[in-house]
Structure formats: structure tokens, C-alpha cells
């Protein structure tokens, strides 16, 4: 009679809160952009993350997590609030979402962290859970009387249906077989809405997109956030720290251009008295978003036949994250702008050949670009 109704008791949670980026929020700088930071409440407790704001991103990338301990049915309502950061002033309110702890704590669903897609115990992908896939299997099928699970060697049975996969691992040829039934229990536990006497899916581990809203603007979206909430009752076994989602640092990379020769170059100059051809050239480079790096090579005076010999070097220090193979930029707006923006874009050459003249501007010649 009384499964799936609350204790009437007050349950003290370790509250994890993964706040991973935002997206197309709402401008509160009179330049377009946004300087954005996190705030959280729940109950008495709030954690302003002020000092680690992101400037002049209507995107931003934040890569934080919190932890907060809370207490059902006290402290039910979180509440995710995006500020934008003031050097004068106080800061605006971007938007905020609110989220219901407690309803989610108590969802049949099992919506206190979702389920990872495999069981790894170590690496980037460990298994955050406080509890193993085998033992959340045992707990439900007590719970809702559900006869099982019966392991063994190859298979796990739940009520009247029967589950196969492997039970049985070996990482080195010469080491001993482990056995062991996460594996399969996570399996069992992606299907549960076909067993007969449960008939509902358990929530997977995903990452929620959630509209931010601001009083004064009701209806009106003002950006989105995405993130994921993990809970933990403090009368469980603890679990492992949390998960590290830190945005990557990009590397320090320097790329180095030889410039050896250039052929059937254009001849732009004409002597006034033998009506002969030639061109002054010389050759501009600069990686694409750092154009005050630009470099230039020496000038290969009168040449005749579009040839010019230089054995010239050019070097352009630059940053890059390979895993998302974009370079990454921090300049200023402006001269007026008190903190850089940061910029990902492809990493790309530009080489533009010219011909030199004292008494004029510069004639551009041709160009070549090429994103490496």
C-alpha cells in the first residue's frame, strides 16, 4: 500500500549540479554581448560564482560543477540563475530555470542519476554512481516484488524474462577471468520497462537543455542552459568524486612557413622607355584571426620572369585544441574593452604575394589560403 509514497521523515542529499555551457542568451551589455556568470539556491544555501564570469560571451562555456547538501522536504527548489557581470553597477539578471529535487528523488523513474550507456570502473567514463548496476537491480525488484535477479554464468533472469551477455572478462591473456554482472545488470536495467510487473523506463544519463526565463520578460526565452543534476541520499555509501568537466585547455603551438621561391608571378611595372615588364615582389603571411602577427618577406627587386628567390622564414605562435580541431583566439574588441574575447575558429594560412612601389601603394598580385 504504501510503495512509492515518501517517508515521512526528513531525507538529508548530497546535491551535485553540472552547469556545462549556455546558449543564445540574452544580450545585457549595450555592446551585443554579455559577461555571464552561474548562481545557485537551495533553501538558505546560494553559491555565486562571480569570480570565474566569462566576458563577452552570449555563449559561453562554463564547465562547472557544485556540490550542495540539502534536506527533503525542506529544500526541494533549486533555482539556476545566469547573471551578467558589472564592473560598475550591480549585475543583471540574465535569466533563471527552476528545477523540483524532491520530485525527481522520489520518481519511480529513478531520476536521481541517470544511468550511464556502459559500466566502466575507471578513466573518464567511471561509473559515478554510489550504487552498482547489480545492486540498483536487487533494490528494485525488491521494491516492487518483482521475483530475481537470478544470476548466472552468461545470463541474469528477472521475473519470467531472461537476459544473455557476457558475465565473464578477461583484460590480459595472461591473467585470471573476472566475473562480474554489472555489465549485464546495466543491461537488464535499460530494459526494465519490459518486464512484466514494472512497464517503465529508468532515466538515462543525458544532459538537459533548459530555457532560462526573466520576471520582467515572462514567455520570453532568454537563452538556454545545459547541464544535469546527480543526488545522493547521505545514508547510501558516498560516491566517487565528481565528474571532471572542466573546458579543455588548448596547447601552445607554433607554426613555421618557408618561403623558398614564387614563379609566374604577375608583372605589373612597365619602363616608361623600353616598355620591358617586372615586378617588385615580395610575399605577406598571417594565420587567419591574428592578423597583427602579419609578416612580410624581403623584396625581390626587378624581377623580369615572376620569379623571386627568397629562403625566408616566417614563425606564428598561435593556440589550438585538436579535439575540436579549432584555434583558439583572445583579443580585444576594441580599445575601449576592459577583458579579451575568446574565439574558436579553423586554423588557417594566408599568403599573399605583392609588388613593392616607393612612390605609391603596394598592387596586390594574388593570394593563397590554405586550413591546416
Known amino acids: 500500500i504504501l510503495q512509492g509514497i515518501p517517508p515521512n521523515h526528513s531525507v538529508k542529499v548530497l546535491i551535485r549540479v553540472y552547469i556545462v555551457a549556455a546558449f543564445n542568451l540574452s544580450p545585457a551589455d549595450p555592446d551585443g554581448k554579455s559577461d555571464p556568470y552561474i548562481v545557485l539556491r537551495l533553501g538558505n544555501t546560494e553559491i555565486k560564482d562571480r569570480e570565474n564570469y566569462i566576458p563577452k560571451q552570449l555563449n559561453p562555456v562554463f564547465g562547472r560543477s557544485f556540490e550542495i547538501q540539502a534536506t527533503f522536504p525542506k529544500d526541494s527548489l533549486l533555482t539556476v540563475l545566469i547573471y551578467d557581470h558589472d564592473f560598475v553597477g550591480t549585475d543583471d539578471l540574465i535569466g533563471e530555470t527552476k528545477i523540483d529535487l524532491e520530485n525527481r528523488f522520489y520518481s519511480r523513474h529513478r531520476a536521481t542519476c541517470g544511468l550511464q550507456s556502459q559500466y566502466e570502473i575507471e578513466g573518464y567514463n567511471a561509473w559515478r554512481d554510489a550504487t552498482k548496476p547489480s545492486e540498483i537491480l536487487t533494490k528494485l525488484c525488491k521494491d516492487y516484488r518483482i521475483s530475481g535477479p537470478f544470476m548466472r554464468p552468461g545470463e541474469i533472469q528477472v521475473g519470467t524474462k531472461v537476459f544473455k551477455g557476457q558475465t565473464v572478462f578477461t583484460e590480459d591473456e595472461n591473467e585470471e577471468p573476472v566475473e562480474s554482472y554489472e555489465h549485464l545488470s546495466l543491461k537488464v536495467l535499460y530494459a526494465w520497462e519490459e518486464i512484466p510487473g514494472a512497464g517503465y523506463k529508468l532515466v ?169
Open 204 to 372: 538515462p544519463e543525458h544532459i538537459e537543455s533548459r530555457p532560462l526565463y526573466h520576471k520582467d520578460k515572462p514567455g520570453m526565452e532568454q537563452g538556454r542552459v545545459h547541464m544535469w543534476v546527480d543526488m545522493f541520499p547521505k545514508d547510501m555509501p558516498l560516491p566517487g568524486p565528481p565528474v571532471d568537466i572542466s573546458p579543455r585547455k588548448p596547447k601552445g603551438y607554433e607554426l613555421r612557413v618557408i618561403i623558398w621561391n614564387t614563379e609566374d608571378v604577375i608583372l605589373e611595372d612597365e619602363n616608361i622607355f623600353t616598355g620591358q615588364k617586372s615586378s617588385d615582389i615580395y610575399v605577406k603571411g598571417w594565420i587567419k584571426g591574428l592578423e597583427e602577427d602579419k609578416q612580410e618577406t624581403d623584396v625581390h627587386y626587378n624581377s623580369l620572369t615572376g620569379e623571386g628567390n627568397f629562403n625566408w622564414r616566417f614563425v606564428f605562435p598561435f593556440y589550438y585544441l585538436p579535439a575540436e580541431k579549432q584555434m583558439v583566439v583572445s583579443k580585444r574588441e576594441n580599445i575601449f574593452s576592459l577583458e579579451k574575447t575568446e574565439r574558436k575558429i579553423p586554423a588557417e594560412l594566408v599568403l599573399q604575394v605583392w609588388d613593392f612601389e616607393r612612390l605609391s601603394s603596394d598592387d596586390f598580385l594574388g593570394k593563397y589560403a590554405m586550413n591546416f
